[in-house]
């Protein structure tokens, strides 16, 4: 057997000699990536174009490229309208906390139940069971809860309701990550009188150290854009979140939409650098644990 | 030996019991608050101010809207998960080899998904425009369209446009799974069907798609739930309109809560949705397994 034979069936095949079956399936793939390619980023490039263009322009024209030149005169709006950085500001607080709080529970609690089977399968099963239930359902009795502990309108009570959304998410994928860890490694440190705890955090958590920052962005992100939560307990400045900014935006000032657009870019940026930047953890992380 | 033992599982114990509290309070107290207050006379305000049984679920089997709320989150879940199911699994055959192309779209896919539903939502409302929208401007530029249409203020039309959005945002997100699908299949099924002669397209058929089926169907699933909650994109694009046209049973259930203020209603309401859902999970999970079986590695 030569590695040939090894390699995945349909990647990195043998050059064949060109057929006209072979151009064909060629030149589908181009075109198709090439619709794919403007489908996903009209509408980007629009939000692009239309914050830039003159605000009578885009009453009159739906164009895609500015036809009267470049104008920042939505920018300086955006920003002097509407409290953009301190929206922004809120959501990296809320953000950096709900994922400190799920990491800081989903990690042991993931850790116990693959290698000590804790809970049995009742328990993982009851945590991956919440992310079936659309936020919705737990949204009264949430209010009445956090109203009667005084965490309405606060970035931490917010913060904890992410917490409880990204919990499957985030108890799914560091199970998948620690299956990988050969248990023999775990095992020779304990022989040397470590605790379940010193193991997971000197062994375990270095070895998945890529599973797990994946698992944090994903909690970050997922934080950043979550808007249902944010909408029902957040009243003002002192909490509210980028989404709930931009949704602001529409009912006071009516439809400009060439704020709007800018506004929703200045919010978007920071999550496609992040991605980008973390973007073969992110990858990994997503097409590792959902798909077996 | 007796005492590590039992250190061990009261250090189990510590690691497991803030999920575990925390099931507690945002999961099991929340439907048993959600139960009780089903059956209560309440306001959003003034909780349980009389015991009314079970008039909050007849009233919400009565209730046209209602009905109509939950059959339209099925039409859109079920709609948007087969168009982006389809179209997901389809790019990922396509690009299923090491090229530029694929690297590029799956660098690129990463991109919408990721995106604030908000924020996109706002982008698409000014494509949707009936007056300056960048669809009409087009399309009536192209001759498709003879004059401005309002997509977004057309019953059956604006729901169409809804999904529109959410099948921009989620179909890469199918494509990126799938092609991780495809990348896990066994060689030797592929080594046998080319000693026993066969062609692309019977491989393609007698195995790529029956050994794709219980990845993809997991992909399915995962799109249907989270597709069964859509909220953001109603709440931005159409509020629930024309009429009730596009009304999902999360934005009407928000609606009756926090601008009607009748938690009771909301809570019997809230009350039916899970009972829906649960029993379709459980469908679901019976199909998945029947597959798993049939087809599994």
């Known amino acids: 057997m030569t590695d040939q034979a090894f390699a995945p069936p349909l990647r990195r095949r043998p050059p064949r000699p060109l057929h006209p079956m072979r151009t064909a399936m060629r030149a589908l793939r181009w075109v198709t990536v090439g619709l794919l390619l403007a489908f996903t980023l009209i509408p980007l490039i629009f939000m692009v174009t239309t914050s830039l263009k003159s605000p009578i322009e885009i009453r009159i024209s739906g164009s895609l490229i500015p036809s009267e030149g470049i104008f920042w005169v939505n920018w300086e709006r955006a920003f002097r309208n509407v409290p953009l950085p301190n929206y922004l500001l809120n959501s990296l607080v809320v953000g950096v906390l709900s994922t400190a709080m799920t990491l800081l529970i989903a990690l042991p609690a993931s850790y116990a139940f693959v290698r000590f089977r804790a809970g049995g399968r009742f328990l993982p099963s009851w945590i991956l069971g919440t992310y079936v239930a659309p936020p919705i359902v737990i949204s009264v009795p949430v209010f009445m809860l956090m109203r009667a502990v005084g965490l309405v309108d606060r970035p931490f009570g917010l913060a904890l309701l992410h917490m409880v959304a990204n919990l499957p998410v985030a108890t799914w994928m560091l199970m998948d990550f620690m299956r990988t860890i050969p248990t023999e490694i775990e095992e020779a440190a304990q022989m040397d009188g470590s605790s379940h705890c010193g193991v997971l955090l000197r062994i375990v958590i270095p070895l998945i150290l890529p599973g797990l920052v994946a698992t944090a962005i994903i909690c970050l992100i997922l934080s950043w854009n979550e808007f249902l939560f944010a909408l029902i307990l957040t009243y003002s400045l002192r909490s509210q979140t980028f989404p709930i900014g931009i949704s602001e935006f529409q009912g006071e000032h009516g439809l400009q939409f060439g704020e709007i657009s800018a506004a929703a870019l200045t919010g978007i940026v920071p999550v496609y650098v992040l991605a980008l930047f973390f973007q073969r953890y992110l990858i990994h992380g997503l097409t590792r644990g959902g798909v077996k | ?297």
Not at chain 2, 4 to 17: F, K, Q
Not at chain 2, 111 to 135: C, E, H, K, N, Q
Not at chain 2, 231 to 252: E, K
């Open chain 2, 1 to 297: 030996m007796h005492t590590l033992h039992r250190r061990t599982r009261r250090e189990i114990l510590w690691m497991v019991a803030p999920a575990v509290l925390t099931l507690i309070v945002f999961s099991l107290y929340p439907l048993v608050y959600s139960i009780a207050m089903s059956l209560s006379d309440s306001q959003l305000a003034r909780p349980f101010r009389a015991f009314v049984a079970f008039k909050n679920y007849t009233d919400a089997v009565a209730d046209a809207l209602f009905r109509g709320s939950i059959l339209l989150t099925f039409v859109y879940a079920f709609g948007v998960t087969a168009i982006e199911t389809a179209l997901g699994f389809g790019l990922a055959l396509l690009l299923n080899r090491e090229s530029r192309a694929s690297r590029f779209a799956r660098t690129l896919g990463l991109l919408p998904f990721i995106t604030p539903p908000v924020a996109i939502a706002a982008i698409w409302r000014l494509i949707y425009d009936p007056s300056s929208g960048m669809l009409n401007h087009y399309l009536v530029r192209a001759g498709i369209l003879e004059q401005n249409v309002a997509f977004l203020g057309i019953p059956g039309l604006a729901m169409a446009s809804v999904m529109l959005v959410d099948v921009w945002q989620w179909t890469p997100f199918v494509f990126l799974l799938s092609l991780a699908v495809l990348a896990s299949l066994p060689h030797e099924p592929y080594e046998a069907a080319a000693v026993d002669g066969a062609n692309t397209w019977q491989q393609f058929v007698h195995i790529t798609l029956p050994l794709c089926l219980p990845g993809v169907l997991i992909i399915a699933i995962l799109r249907l739930i989270g597709a069964m909650k859509v909220f953001d994109l109603v709440f931005m694009l159409t509020s629930g309109g024309p009429g009730a046209s596009t009304q999902v049973a999360s934005f009407y259930i928000y609606k009756t809560a926090f601008q009607q203020f009748k938690t009771g209603y909301a809570s019997a309401m809230t009350i039916i949705l899970i009972i829906v859902l649960t029993i379709l999970v459980t469908l679901l999970t019976v199909l998945y397994r029947k597959a798993q079986q049939r087809y599994g590695l």
